[in-house]
């Protein structure tokens, strides 16, 4: 009868810390497990108000967040992070092309945008097909909570990035449907803000009075404001309804300023842009003394 073999020569192996180390094929498992659930970055460049506020947000919904500053520009973090989920820029709209142009190659698909100005044309103009863009419709001033005008409207490849940070602040917001959305979206947001800025050079007070003191003036504005609006966007634009959106977000929010401190430089523009097109804006001129 053969006898058993036996392992008595056989040292005993030592316990790895952290007690038996799983079987590679376990432990492997659980690297992807764990690969799939870590969040890819966010990069922001632009650390003001909204750069500030969606920082927070990123944070708070988990993904690792990157600024960009003049000590660590874009170029220098590209190299260590080559693959976020977004690169948001919130920097102002008369350096925006700029920045866009600063964006290294490798992320110009990963872009975010979400200006008060921006429409398509803007980053078309720059090469970017598809951005994230957003029409932002909260405010932060500093040392004051939010004031949310209406939910936010997002559209594009990280929506669901944007969407996390925003619903993580408890801030409304809705992803669009369409890229043709997008664009009503972004006219609106247009809209409003060049509309109370602009008719705010002339009589100032709030918004809630602009349209209940001056309602005429708000009209011709914003119909000179539609005017560039459908040229920028190659779009007809449906005026009632524009301009009826417009009378609800003013009354809806009444007490907020019409004029803002750059004000007179968003005037500047819309009319660099029509006089560019031989546009007529009789209402802008007026209120820019032309």
Same mark, same amino acid.
């Given at each position: 009868?053969?006898?058993?073999?036996?392992?008595?020569?056989?040292?005993?192996?030592?316990?790895?810390?952290?007690?038996?180390?799983?079987?590679?094929?376990?432990?492997?498992?659980?690297?992807?497990?764990?690969?799939?659930?870590?969040?890819?970055?966010?990069?922001?460049?632009?650390? +003001?108000?909204?750069?500030?506020?969606?920082?927070? +947000?990123?944070?708070?919904? @988990?993904?690792?967040?990157?600024?960009?500053?003049?000590?660590?520009?874009?170029?220098?973090?590209?190299?260590?992070?080559?693959?976020?989920?977004?690169?948001?820029?919130?920097?102002?709209?008369?350096?925006?092309?700029?920045?866009?142009?600063?964006?290294?190659?490798?992320?110009?698909?990963?872009?975010?945008?979400?200006?008060?100005?921006?429409?398509?044309?803007?980053?078309?103009?720059? +090469?970017?097909?598809?951005?994230?863009?957003?029409?932002?419709?909260?405010?932060?001033?500093?040392?004051?909570?939010?004031?949310?005008? #209406?939910?936010? #409207?997002?559209? @594009?490849?990280?929506?669901?990035?944007?969407?996390?940070?925003?619903?993580?602040?408890?801030?409304?917001?809705?992803?669009?449907?369409?890229?043709?959305?997008?664009?009503?979206?972004?006219?609106?947001?247009?809209?409003?803000?060049?509309?109370i800025n602009i008719a705010g050079i002339s009589? +100032?007070?709030?918004?809630?009075?602009?349209?209940?003191?001056?309602?005429?003036?708000?009209?011709?504005?914003?119909?000179?404001?539609?005017?560039?609006?459908?040229?920028?966007?190659?779009?007809?634009?449906?005026?009632?309804?524009?301009?009826?959106?417009?009378?609800?977000?003013?009354?809806?929010?009444?007490?907020?300023?019409?004029?803002?401190?750059?004000?007179?430089?968003?005037?500047?523009?819309?009319?660099?842009?029509?006089?560019?097109?031989?546009?007529?804006?009789?209402?802008?001129?007026?209120?820019?003394?032309?």
């Open positions: 009868m053969k006898s058993k073999r036996t392992n008595r020569n056989r040292l005993p192996q030592p316990i790895p810390e952290g007690g038996p180390r799983k079987p590679f094929d376990d432990r492997k498992k659980e690297e992807q497990m764990n690969d799939k659930d870590r969040l890819q970055p966010v990069v922001v460049a632009g650390i +003001g108000q909204l750069g500030g506020v969606f920082s927070t +947000g990123f944070l708070k919904a @988990g993904y690792p967040v990157y600024p960009a500053t003049p000590e660590k520009p874009l170029s220098a973090l590209a190299g260590r992070i080559p693959d976020p989920v977004l690169v948001l820029l919130a920097v102002p709209e008369n350096v925006l092309a700029e920045a866009i142009r600063q964006v290294p190659h490798i992320w110009r698909d990963r872009l975010g945008l979400l200006q008060n100005e921006l429409l398509p044309h803007v980053w078309k103009s720059e +090469g970017i097909a598809s951005p994230t863009a957003m029409a932002v419709w909260f405010e932060k001033k500093p040392g004051r909570e939010f004031t949310v005008f #209406q939910p936010t #409207q997002i559209f @594009g490849p990280a929506a669901e990035t944007v969407r996390d940070a925003l619903t993580a602040l408890d801030i409304a917001c809705e992803i669009l449907p369409d890229a043709q959305q997008l664009m009503l979206e972004l006219v609106k947001k247009s809209l409003y803000v060049l509309t009589v +100032g007070g709030t918004t809630g009075a602009l349209w209940t003191n001056h309602r005429s003036l708000a009209e011709a504005v914003a119909h000179d404001v539609l005017t560039v609006m459908e040229h920028l966007t190659g779009n007809a634009l449906d005026r009632r309804d524009m301009i009826k959106f417009l009378e609800t977000i003013l009354l809806k929010v009444p007490d907020h300023s019409c004029r803002g401190r750059v004000a007179e430089d968003r005037l500047a523009r819309i009319l660099k842009i029509a006089r560019k097109a031989g546009i007529p804006t009789p209402a802008l001129d007026k209120i820019a003394g032309i």
